[in-house]
T-cell receptor, first 115, second 113 residues
């Protein structure tokens, strides 16, 4: 009954490879996000989808391509992996509440290591 | 775009003392300010949040204050316990920016028994 789940939890791969991370939420939320947390623990938004529509696309290399097949799933595909892509990637979801607050629930994270 | 600064980057306190973390934001349109706690190897989890129409909010040992004029907000933890040791992140967001959270750089809090 995990609210936001991600697979895989760990991903070790070589430079130049292509990899995907999957995210699913069972909270019925209509908005999902991808965040990157670097080695210094800094958390930065990458993408956001609302009802399968891309609404936030930060300055991210076009090697990163999100895809939302339905509002409960948001996947992240990364082409031609580079050393600098090594980080923890968090998926999150949210639903706007009455009063305007919208807690974002985070998944457990995927630790990507590029060698 | 929004910029959130957080201080201090590390904070060491004795068990039972109070801890205060401060954040400033740049976008006056920001209207939602959550605080997240991240334990080692775990996901960030919301501990308290405040909206711009409220100046202060309290939940047991945790309180948050917001000064919209000065564009800063603070987290206060009283009677700290060892399990409060974690990295704390402040964040700011606005609906106009798609509700994306802009995070501060984090504060590593260590509560010494």
């Amino acid at each position: 009954d995990t609210a936001v789940s991600q697979t895989p939890k760990y991903l070790v791969t070589q430079m130049g490879n292509d990899k995907s991370i999957k995210c699913e939420q069972n909270l019925g939320h209509d908005t999902m996000y991808w965040y990157k947390q670097d080695s210094k623990k800094f958390l930065k938004i990458m993408f956001s989808y609302n009802n399968k529509e891309l609404i936030i696309n930060e300055t991210v290399p076009n090697r990163f391509s999100p895809k939302s097949p339905d509002k409960a799933h948001l996947n992240l595909h990364i082409n031609s992996l580079e050393l600098g892509d090594s980080a923890v990637y968090f998926c999150a979801s949210s639903q706007e509440l009455q009063g305007g607050s919208y807690e974002q629930y985070f998944g457990p994270g995927t630790r990507l290591t590029v060698t | 775009g929004e910029n959130v600064e957080q201080h201090p980057s590390t904070l060491s306190v004795q068990e039972g003392d109070s801890a205060v973390i401060k954040c400033t934001y740049s976008d006056s349109a920001s209207n939602y300010f959550p605080w997240y706690k991240q334990e080692l190897g775990k996901r960030p989890q919301l501990i308290i949040d405040i909206r711009s129409n409220v100046g202060e909010k309290k939940d047991q040992r945790i309180a948050v204050t917001l000064n919209k004029t000065a564009k800063h907000f603070s987290l206060h933890i009283t009677e700290t316990q060892p399990e409060d040791s974690a990295v704390y992140f402040c964040a700011a967001s606005t609906k106009a920016a798609g509700n994306k959270l802009t995070f501060g750089g984090g504060t590593r809090v260590l509560v010494k028994p």
